[in-house]
């Protein structure tokens, strides 16, 4: 009998910052997100046979962020054979969603099922990290994190890192609105100021315990009142096309907050029922699709689960 040894598994795309946990909170969505197959071979070494979905991306792993994770996790573990890996892109480059996290959480999850399970999934976080070093030159783990782990997800800590997984304690859903224009993370990141007011600062980490606090204790207005960003957002919305109209629309159309998705261009807008959620995405659509630009549209309820196996190996006579 041959054992065809090869795992299969998709990790979902990520909202991070929230609007007041700039670089320590976010949580996954349901969709869009990215696929990694991942197979053993007897030759050490990391291949990558194919890249779908997407055109661009580097097939040396060296170069990319699923074979930089898989390398890290057999030099951690010693493994003497190889592993031909594949990804399948179901998101786009620079959205703001987490693209590189969801390659880099599946890669990861995907070995480590592959090999056992020697790590538990949050152990997985600092092996996705270097994914994320690879891709923007920082090892931050606010994305990756709930792509692995599903639900909310606060970083209280990078050194030493501390990630408290914060689950679903209130159903949420999401309205992703994804704008076709190109913002660079680089960039940006690149405009924020280093220094922050001290009155500022007070009502953004005010406004994150709140939000903490509202998650906890299910308080949709709480919520709906703590997601203001008192500090990134008023220096990032100039970047993003029709920002604010499309914030006001979500707002008017019953979200119980909005804010940009990571670095942007993606907006994002939390609700506290799904009916809800679909009214504010036809609410933001309308701001752009009136003006000419394209994008691409998800509802998502924030789901308990991240990562998952969808293809067990296989057995073959």
Not at 73 to 79: C, T
Not at 165 to 192: D, F, M, N, W
Not at 274 to 286: P, W
């Amino acid at each position: 009998m041959e054992v065809s040894e090869y795992i299969k598994v998709f990790a979902p795309a990520t909202v991070a910052n929230v609007c007041c946990g700039f670089d320590v909170l976010g949580f996954a969505l349901e969709q869009p997100g990215d696929e990694v197959w991942v197979r053993r071979k007897d030759a050490p070494g990391i291949t990558i046979s194919a890249i779908r979905g997407i055109s661009g991306l580097s097939q040396n792993p060296e170069e990319n962020v699923v074979g930089v994770v898989a390398q890290k996790m057999l030099a951690e573990l010693q493994v003497s054979f190889g592993l031909d890996m594949q990804l399948h892109k179901g998101m786009p480059v620079g959205s703001g969603l987490g693209s590189s996290a969801a390659s880099s959480a599946a890669a990861a999850y995907a070995v480590n099922e592959l090999l056992g399970k020697p790590f538990t999934t949050e152990e997985l976080v600092p092996f996705a990290m270097e994914g994320e070093r690879l891709a923007s030159g920082s090892a931050h783990a606010d994305n990756v994190a709930p792509s692995l782990l599903g639900g909310f997800v606060l970083v209280r800590s990078y050194d030493p890192l501390d990630v408290v997984p914060l689950g679903v304690p209130v159903e949420l859903y999401c309205s992703v609105v994804h704008p076709q224009v190109e913002l660079k993370t680089s960039l940006a990141r690149s405009i924020l100021k280093k220094d922050i007011p001290l009155q500022k600062g007070i009502r953004q980490w005010g406004n994150l315990a709140a939000l903490m606090a509202g998650l906890l204790k299910a308080d949709y207005a709480l919520i709906g009142r703590s997601l203001h960003d008192e500090i990134f957002e008023p220096e990032r919305s100039f970047l993003i096309p029709l920002f604010k109209q499309a914030k006001q629309a979500a707002l008017d159309a019953g979200a119980l907050g909005a804010g940009i998705s990571g670095s942007g261009p993606s907006i994002f807008a939390l609700s506290a029922t799904e009916q809800v959620a679909f009214d504010v995405r036809t609410a933001i659509e309308q701001v752009y699709l009136s003006s000419g630009i394209d994008l691409h549209a998800y509802v998502s309820q924030v789901p308990e689960q991240g990562a998952r196996v969808i293809q067990q190996p296989t057995l073959h006579a």
